[in-house]
Nanobody, 124 residues
């Protein structure tokens, strides 16, 4: 089993930044994909950024490309996401997810493990 704990959410004004963290524990040696997904009220959960932990390749949703950066610290078993130029449209619960393998990096059904989420609220 893998446990994921997110932190770093909060309330910021438009244009601000936050750094989200996701700490993994448990049997993590074969986890190859870790990502951030978000879900706003009344909307489906959507992928934001994913990193292939085996080599560091990153994937970004069009809506956040150039503003968000996902990174990893293998020694700490932690994935980070730096969010810049936040707008009210980024307001959502942000979830960390992990998978051994995926067919589609954006498919929520491909991820085996999920954290409890951290709330990001951006005011105008």
């Amino acid at each position: 089993q893998v446990q994921l704990v997110e932190s770093g959410g909060g309330s910021v004004q438009a244009g601000g930044s936050l750094t989200l963290s996701c700490a993994a524990s448990g049997i993590t040696y074969n986890i190859r994909y870790m990502g951030w997904f978000r879900q706003a009220p009344g909307k489906e959960r959507e992928g934001v950024a994913v990193i292939w932990t085996g080599g560091g390749r990153t994937y970004y949703a069009d809506s956040v490309a150039g503003r968000f950066t996902i990174s990893q610290d293998n020694a700490k078993k932690t994935v980070y996401m730096k969010t810049n130029s936040l707008s009210p449209e980024d307001t959502a619960m942000y979830y960390c997810a992990a998978a051994r393998t995926v067919n589609n990096v954006w498919a929520t059904k491909d991820y085996n493990y999920w954290g409890q989420g951290t709330q990001v609220t951006v005011s105008s």
